[in-house]
């Protein structure tokens, strides 16, 4: 699992509250992702992350922004939560070794929005 | 815009079966293919490609990649209940190892 770990697990929270999702990682990987996965439309990329401080938009950011202040924590930031933003969240990190390259992927994190 | 598409989107089979799964891809910069498997859970890791036709093996399955014509394939020999998952396939390009999702085939094999 690369030392993945999401939290919270699960969540519910009513439309209009802010919400944040965090991904930690213990083995110091750079790179960093936060995806979406519903149904019908399979994993789609938020956000990613190529150092501290580094980060950039996927193909579905509107409504979303994020932080990496250390290697370890990348967080995910709802500000103003909307019904169509329940979904599950994986987050995942990049790993490089010898010219092959995978990513891992968290538990994710479960989100109802009411 | 990268574009990665699967086909069957899903398939049911029975137990010893073979199954092939597709993969197409357009991407722009493309660096390699993944292929995972979810089940009730987060996907798991099968196989990263990035040659064409070197085939990668894991037990029963084995993928091989076509740079030429932008596709790869995933086939699984002698299915048994525990291969039912969704199949997912990945395309990562050089910006950072951004990837493009397709939406998955479902497979379930039946006894």
């Known amino acids: 699992d690369a030392g993945i770990t999401q939290s919270p697990r699960h969540k519910v929270t009513e439309t209009g509250t802010p919400v944040t999702l965090r991904c930690h990682q213990t083995?110091?990987?750079?790179?960093m992702y936060w995806y979406r996965q519903d149904p019908g439309h399979g994993l789609r990329l938020i956000h990613y992350s190529y150092g501290v401080k580094d980060t950039d938009k996927g193909e579905v950011s509107d409504g979303y922004s994020v932080s990496r202040s250390k290697t370890e924590d990348f967080l995910l930031t709802l500000e103003s939560a909307t019904s169509s933003q329940t979904s599950v969240y994986f987050c995942?990190?990049?790993?490089?070794?010898?010219?092959?390259?995978?990513?891992?992927f968290g538990p994710g994190t479960r989100l109802l929005v009411l | 815009e990268d574009k990665v598409v699967q086909s069957p989107l899903s398939l049911v089979v029975h137990e010893g079966d073979t199954v092939t799964l597709n993969c197409s891809y357009e991407?722009?910069?493309?660096?390699?293919l993944l292929w995972y498997k979810q089940e009730k859970k987060a996907p798991t890791f099968l196989f990263m490609l990035t040659s064409s036709g070197i085939e990668k093996k894991s037990g029963r399955l084995s993928s091989i990649l076509d740079k030429k014509e932008l596709f790869s394939i995933l086939n699984i020999t002698a299915t048994q209940t525990g291969d039912s998952a969704i199949y997912l396939c990945?395309?990562?390009?050089?910006?950072?190892?951004?990837?493009?999702f397709g939406d998955g085939t479902t497979l379930t094999v039946k006894p």
């Open positions: 990945a395309s990562v390009n050089t910006n950072a190892g951004k990837s493009t």
């Open positions: 995942a990190i990049s790993e490089r070794a010898g010219g092959d390259e995978t990513q891992y």
């Open positions: 991407v722009t910069n493309f660096r390699s």
């Open positions: 083995e110091n990987h750079r790179y």
